[in-house]
């Protein structure tokens, strides 16, 4: 049998990135200086005249909800459709994910933690698509303290989804030190941004570093699966009594949680692979 393996390439990868910090440090300001944001505000703060002044001079746009399937279906036009925005922002993701748990909650209880599983299901769908998504991607969150052994206090860390920053290339603790904003790097796989290293934060700093023609270029939306499509991959593979881990990996693999998000390249592959086993090809 052939060995698979290929040597490595690099892929130009969109900012992936989430912010946290305290009340009052500058979080929202420090994520709406990025080129052309489509701001999710759950907060309702956008609305200040200094956010307002500051959306205006990015040609921003804001949705102000605190309905986690609005945002999802938001998440989704903007994988799909064409349009001119270039940064997504989700300030902050800690009120949806705190609403997400309380009506987690009243569904199925909170007895052995069943409503964080619950949560997480849906969290899991939104960094899926937010993975896909081909724009830049800022997510805020509030800060809570980070406990080492007796309880004593190592620092601070994100008030979220517990795995929320596996999505990340990038994870900065904005700080204020007198009056000027820093941004601390708590994790990176960038080689521009070293570990634990400080720098006085500016979209201009960030672009230096990252690639300024990465963070501003033009989105490019994805096709979806068609109902049709979906239609017959669910034929073939009632018919061929496709084994559900099988299925499975092939929506893992294109971090789809469920068909109607699967890219329409990838399931006519699957699809093209199905008939191919019907006619004995494979």
Same mark, same amino acid.
């Given at each position: 049998?052939?060995?698979?393996?290929?040597?490595?390439?690099?892929?130009?990868?969109?900012?992936?990135?989430?912010?946290?910090?305290? /009340?009052?440090?500058?979080?929202?300001?420090?994520? @709406?200086?990025?080129? +052309?944001?489509?701001?999710?505000?759950?907060?309702?703060?956008?609305?200040?005249?200094?956010?307002?002044? /500051?959306?205006?001079?990015?040609?921003?746009?804001?949705?102000? $909800?605190?309905?986690?399937?609005?945002?999802?279906?938001?998440?989704?036009?903007?994988?799909?459709? =064409?349009?001119?925005?270039?940064?997504?922002?989700?300030? !902050?993701?800690?009120?949806?994910?705190?609403?997400?748990?309380?009506?987690?909650?009243?569904?199925?209880?909170?007895?052995?933690? #069943?409503?964080?599983?619950?949560?997480?299901?849906?969290?899991?769908?939104?960094?899926?698509?937010?993975?896909?998504?081909?724009?830049?991607?800022? @997510? =805020? !969150?509030? !800060?809570?303290?980070?406990?080492?052994?007796?309880?004593?206090?190592?620092?601070?860390?994100?008030?979220?989804?517990?795995?929320?920053?596996?999505?990340?290339?990038?994870?900065?603790?904005?700080?204020?030190?007198? +009056?000027? #904003?820093?941004?601390?790097?708590?994790? !990176?796989?960038?080689?521009?941004?070293?570990? $634990?290293?400080?720098?006085?934060?500016?979209?201009?700093?960030?672009? *230096? #570093?990252?690639? *300024?023609?990465?963070?501003?270029?033009?989105?490019?939306?994805?096709?979806?699966? %068609?109902?049709?499509?979906?239609?017959?991959?669910?034929?073939?593979?009632?018919?061929?009594?496709?084994?559900?881990? $099988?299925?499975?990996?092939?929506?893992?693999?294109? %971090?789809?949680?469920?068909?109607?998000?699967?890219?329409?390249?990838?399931?006519?592959?699957?699809?093209?692979?199905? #008939?191919? +086993?019907?006619?004995?090809?494979?």
């Amino acid at each position: 049998m052939a060995l698979k393996a290929k040597k490595p390439a690099m892929i130009e990868q969109r900012l992936k990135c989430l912010f946290y910090g305290s /009340a009052g440090v500058g979080k929202t300001m420090a994520a @709406i200086q990025f080129p +052309k944001p489509y701001i999710i505000d759950t907060e309702g703060s956008t609305n200040k005249s200094q956010y307002v002044s /500051a959306i205006e001079k990015v040609d921003g746009a804001v949705l102000v $909800t605190l309905d986690f399937d609005e945002m999802i279906n938001e998440v989704r036009e903007l994988l799909t459709t =064409t349009h001119d925005y270039k940064t997504l922002v989700i300030d !902050s993701l800690t009120l949806l994910y705190n609403d997400l748990l309380e009506k987690a909650e009243s569904k199925v209880g909170s007895e052995f933690g #069943r409503h964080y599983g619950e949560a997480n299901k849906r969290m899991k769908q939104l960094l899926n698509l937010l993975f896909r998504l081909d724009m830049n991607v800022i @997510i =805020t !969150s509030h !800060s809570k303290n980070e406990y080492g052994q007796n309880l004593s206090i190592l620092g601070q860390t994100f008030d979220c989804y517990k795995k929320l920053d596996y999505l990340f290339d990038l994870v900065f603790e904005i700080q204020k030190r007198g +009056k000027d #904003r820093v941004g601390v790097i708590k994790k !990176s796989r960038i080689e521009g941004f070293p570990d $634990t290293e400080s720098f006085p934060f500016s979209y201009d700093e960030i672009a *230096r #570093r990252y690639g *300024r023609e990465v963070l501003e270029r033009d989105a490019i939306a994805q096709e979806l699966a %068609t109902p049709e499509q979906i239609k017959e991959i669910l034929h073939l593979i009632d018919l061929i009594k496709v084994p559900v881990e $099988t299925w499975q990996k092939w929506l893992d693999k294109t %971090t789809s949680d469920s068909w109607d998000v699967m890219p329409k390249e990838s399931i006519q592959k699957c699809i093209d692979h199905l #008939r191919s +086993k019907i006619k004995g090809e494979v």
